[in-house]
């Protein structure tokens, strides 16, 4: 039986991808897949997966400029919203925003939500190495917070060279998603916007790992931060989606971190390969869970934070 909820499932608009050379490529070393609605039905019925939210991937619609960059993300989201449209039963969709541009953001978020409606937003983990928890980005946590809106963060190439013949997502993606982690944390952002539902991607990088590490040291070394227990139950506020992350030393740090109910299933198609997604998601069937906890990860912690699956059980 299909069951599983895919939260980090990639579209790749055709208009997208043969733009994106001319406005900076992909600095991050990887490349644009072919793809098509088609070739994720395929995937999704082979790992029996019932619905994917589908999200644009780093490096976004960073490349474009101004007004440029406000109609490519319009361009994507209405894309997006035509494909949950024809098959609301196989899709949904996070939304793209123009940042760094936070007018633009809060525009768009307003179209995506209200006219769209869109099952949440998609934010990089950094723009030109401005981190989510920058004071910038304030007005748009405040947004968001008022909308109980889902967040899912995708990691970008952090502003470092990528190491020879090592291209980003290999190894500086869950780096860059740790960091604005951590800076949410530390700046205070998980705590004033809590009816945020905040999902990391692939595990949350490190941060099941060390978080104790970044707990305890910080107020070592800052004035402004929480003691470390509530550090903690700031890193724990986190969802993390497996995406390219069911190993069994990552899921055995993943479920001693996770509050229940907090891990969600996530393959990273098209940009992981199918056979990439399927040896994963191989791995997380043969992990010792629990069956409730299982249940929560293939789809019921899903249907717990995104409407259109409440509505959908419901009914």
């Known amino acids: 039986m299909s069951n599983r909820i895919d939260v980090h499932h990639h579209l ?4 997208w991808a043969e733009a994106l050379s001319r406005h900076g490529g992909d600095p991050s070393g990887w490349h644009s897949p072919a793809w098509s609605a088609d ?10 997966i019932a619905t994917a939210v589908l999200s644009l991937t780093a490096p976004s619609v960073t490349g474009w400029e101004s007004a440029g960059r406000r109609e490519m993300a319009r361009r994507v989201n209405e894309f997006g919203a035509e494909l949950v449209s024809r098959r609301p039963d196989r899709f949904g969709s996070f939304a793209t925003l123009p940042l760094p541009d936070v007018d633009g ?4 978020l307003e179209y995506a939500f209200d006219v769209l409606r869109a099952d949440g937003v998609v934010l990089l983990s950094n723009y030109a190495g401005h981190y989510l928890g920058d004071a910038a980005f304030g007005p748009l946590w405040s947004e968001l917070d008022r909308r ?9 190439k952090p502003q470092i060279p990528i190491i020879e013949d090592i291209s980003g997502p290999i190894v500086d993606y869950p780096f860059d998603t740790t960091r604005t982690a951590v800076q949410l944390v530390l700046n205070g952002v998980v705590v004033r916007s809590s009816r945020v539902k905040i999902i990391l991607s692939h595990a949350g990088g490190f941060v099941p790992y060390a978080a104790h590490r970044f707990a305890e040291l910080a107020p070592a070394v800052r004035t402004n931060v929480p003691p470390a227990p509530e550090l903690i139950e700031g890193f724990r506020s986190f969802y993390f989606d497996t995406a390219l992350s069911s190993g069994p030393a990552s899921l055995l740090a993943l479920q001693n971190f996770a509050r229940p109910g907090h891990i969600l299933y ?3 198609f098209p940009y992981a390969p199918a056979s990439v997604g399927a040896s994963f998601t191989a791995k997380l069937d043969t992990f010792d869970f629990p069956r409730d906890v299982r249940a929560a990860i293939n789809y019921g912690s899903a249907r717990q934070i995104f409407a259109r699956f409440r509505e959908a059980v419901a009914a």
Request: avoid cysteine; charged fraction near 15%.
């Open 12 to 15: 790749v608009p055709p208009f």
């Open 148 to 156: 109980a809106a889902v967040v899912f963060i995708h990691p970008a």
């Open 266 to 268: 996530g393959s990273d």
């Open 105 to 108: 953001a809060l525009r768009e």
């Open 39 to 48: 070739s994720s039905l395929a995937f999704m019925d082979a790992q029996r």
